[in-house]
T-cell receptor
């Protein structure tokens, strides 16, 4: 059974650019959530999607957005990149929120 | 503001002993509790989840939940060097709120 797939694995962008990250959940999982992990702040919740609807959003600026498609695949977008956006971005999927999440390998974003 | 607190460690435990990891949370509305293990350079891996007060055992791992005291713990019996990792406690207040993570406890199992 394939796990959660995130692409790309690594990304280097320049300040002011925008970036789109992709996540394919485990087959049958309808809940997809995104997290940012940094050494200083740890893992922080960005947003969660369920059946194409955003159910909740963490405390991040509007530059961070996402969407989910009918096949449950999800994308997150960060516009006007800042140096502080450099982090590991993790996608996680679940059958339902309370069953625990399976994480993908993440996308390492470096903003220069 | 929902908070999840963990001792950052490092927590050093001899091989074969019991490792005890603790976590406290601030939101009394929290309903689901998770323990993740993260090896350096890897993504978090779900070890256990617990919803009800008491103990839940899975192999060498036991999760303990005390909602009145707002703490959850993870015991690892017969610790192995391969258990050396950062252990993350995560709490889900309500079904759609996402997980709030602690910053993790770095566990070192000494051979």
């Amino acid at each position: 059974k394939a796990g959660v797939t995130q692409t790309p694995r690594y990304l280097i962008k320049t300040r002011g650019q925008q970036v789109t990250l992709s996540c394919s959940p485990i087959s049958g999982h309808r809940s997809v959530s995104w997290y940012q992990q940094t050494p200083g702040q740890g893992l922080q919740f960005l947003f969660e999607y369920f059946s194409e609807t955003q159910r909740n959003k963490g405390n991040f600026p509007g530059r961070f957005s996402g969407r989910q498609f009918s096949n449950s695949r999800s994308e997150m977008n960060v516009s006007t990149l800042e140096l502080g956006d450099s982090a590991l971005y993790l996608c996680a999927s679940s059958l339902e929120s309370n069953y625990g999440y399976t994480f993908g390998s993440g996308t390492r974003l470096t903003v220069v | 503001q929902k908070e999840v607190e963990q001792n950052s460690g490092p927590l050093s435990v001899p091989e074969g002993a019991i490792a005890s990891l603790n976590c406290t949370y601030s939101d009394r509305g929290s309903q689901s509790f998770f323990w993740y293990r993260q090896y350096s350079g890897k993504s978090p891996e779900l070890i256990m989840f617990i919803y009800s007060n008491g103990d839940k055992e899975d192999g060498r791992f036991t999760a303990q939940l005390n909602k009145a005291s707002q703490y959850v713990s993870l015991l690892i019996r017969d610790s192995q060097p391969s258990d050396s990792a950062t252990y993350l406690c995560a709490v889900n207040a309500r079904g759609a709120d996402g997980l709030t993570f602690g910053k993790g406890t770095h566990l070192i199992i000494q051979p």
